[in-house]
């Protein structure tokens, strides 16, 4: 069976972080190896009982089953909550399934808050994902993982004085519509709100989680728990801050949480690249795999990577010639081991999860490679800069782009605001009139008068009334 039909059958499972192993009668000696790695990453899923073939780039999957199954339980989830095998207690959560009277066997284990973590007592035991597979870390990515440990990789813990009301409840709504609409198949979409958040990783315990809080959050609740949370957009008319004719042409407005600085600055970005648009039913657009793509995965990167406990806060800053990301913290693996092997080590690993749950980042590295099509798409280069205390990832503008979406008349290379407009309504149908205007940066009477225009021309068409409605863009 392919990989969709057999992740289909086990229900528990998304994206692509299992790793499949047969076992008959004994725990296969690899599954230390994957537990670590998982441990020291972004977690994933041990299935055992199913056997994997390769051929190419395809995947194909075969049911054999496990002999023993409660030994082999028993065996696997003693061991990692003895500490006997490992240098840290690892939490861990099984399924049973059976097909056909074939029985199958999946675990779940968790990013781990303490790292790194390896077996035997041996710290040259310590692995890493890397691509679909588990490496041996070597000396510089254990000492990345030691030194990131230091500063605190938070994002799984429950925050004490937290709860379910800690969320802003219009960004969870607009998070799930995002996933019901594109990840159809994830088992959690029937859920109730605080059901779902728990098994999302957006709460733990009836707390909130570091990750769950910075991305779905209420502000105030965010300030007082993590008081310098900020990601700041700003365009800037010039190539650098010294030579600006003025300080800035527009600047985002501070946003609740992570989930709608992502939503306000993705639209934004949109004005500057190319950006095919196709319509599909329901008047939602498809992914696109343009630049707009590349300079996705660079804002995903940012939000799954930033130090949020840092004096600094991430910065998205658009010159007369590039587009540039800067997040506080380096890169936790060097950029160049990143390009190779395609390893992930988020420093926020609920909120990438959170993000590949919304179909929104690639499952494994940085979407490094997403990120250096740039180069293809434009001609033009994109760069990379890690120091101790900052990390930035610069995509250079074709010569072509010259004028920038935020100069004076609101235009983009002659593109009108209307027209903007349009583009983002067809990205983002259920975007609220608020939110377009923080994108376009013009008031909201204005923006009114934009969609009154457009529908009375017939380009614009409201489907349902103000809640629960969306806007359908007539081409």
């Not at 870390?137 to 938070?154: P, V």
């Not at 993000?355 to 929104?360: E, G």
């Not at 935020?406 to 593109?415: S, T, Y």
Request: net charge positive.
């Amino acid at each position: 069976m392919t990989k969709d039909e057999l992740l289909q059958r086990l229900q528990d499972i998304e994206w692509e972080d299992f790793e499949c192993k047969q076992a008959k009668s004994e725990l296969p000696k690899s599954v230390w190896e994957t537990v670590s790695a998982f441990s020291n990453t972004s977690g994933g899923w041990i299935v055992l009982g199913v056997r994997e073939e390769k051929v190419g780039k395809s995947r194909t999957f075969v049911i054999e089953g496990v002999g023993n199954a409660e030994k082999l339980e028993q065996d696997l989830i003693g061991t990692l909550r003895s500490k006997s095998k490992f240098n840290v207690t690892i939490s861990v959560r099984s399924q049973k399934y059976d097909f056909d009277g074939k029985t199958v066997l999946a675990f779940f284990i968790p990013s781990s808050t303490v790292k790194p973590v390896y077996y035997n007592n041996n710290l040259g035991n310590t692995f890493i994902r890397s691509g679909s597979g588990d490496q041996h870390a070597n000396d510089a990515e254990i000492a990345a993982i030691q030194r990131d440990q230091a500063f605190g990789s938070r994002s799984e813990l429950e925050i004490n004085d937290t709860s379910f009301n800690d969320i802003n409840h219009e960004s969870l709504q607009t998070f799930r519509r995002r996933i019901q609409q594109y990840n159809e198949a994830l088992p959690y979409n029937q859920l109730g709100d605080e059901e779902f958040c728990r098994k999302i990783g957006v709460t733990l315990h009836g707390k909130m989680t570091y990750g769950g809080l910075l991305m779905l959050g209420k502000r105030d609740s965010i300030r007082e728990h993590i008081g310098n949370f900020w990601i700041d957009f700003i365009e800037i008319p010039g190539d650098s801050s010294a030579n600006a004719n003025e300080r800035y042409t527009y600047r985002m407005a501070e946003q609740e949480n992570i989930w709608e600085s992502y939503k306000v600055i993705i639209q934004r970005l949109r004005l500057y690249v190319d950006n095919p648009f196709v319509a599909r039913e329901g008047g939602f657009a498809d992914e696109d795999n343009s630049q707009l793509y590349c300079l996705r995965e660079g804002l995903v990167n940012l939000c799954a990577h930033t130090d949020y406990f840092s004096p600094m806060h991430p910065t998205i800053r658009v010159f007369d010639n590039r587009i540039e990301f800067q997040n506080p913290g380096t890169f936790i693996v060097g950029i160049d081991e990143v390009k190779a092997h395609n390893v992930s080590l988020p420093r926020n690993p609920t909120i990438i999860n959170l993000f590949r749950y919304a179909r929104l980042s690639e499952n494994a590295g940085y979407g490094i490679d997403k990120i250096a099509k740039w180069k293809e798409l434009t001609g033009s280069d994109v760069t990379f800069k890690t120091t101790l205390l900052y990390s930035t990832v610069s995509y250079f503008l074709p010569s072509k782009g010259g004028q920038k979406g935020g100069q004076k008349g609101g235009q983009k290379g002659g593109q009108k605001t209307a027209d903007r407009l349009l583009t983002i309504l067809a990205s983002e149908p259920t975007i609220s009139r608020k939110k377009l205007s923080q994108v376009l940066g013009i008031s909201p009477s204005a923006i009114q008068k934009h969609i009154k225009k457009l529908k009375e021309n017939g380009t614009l068409i409201r489907i349902g009334g103000a809640k629960g409605g969306w806007w359908k863009v007539v081409k």
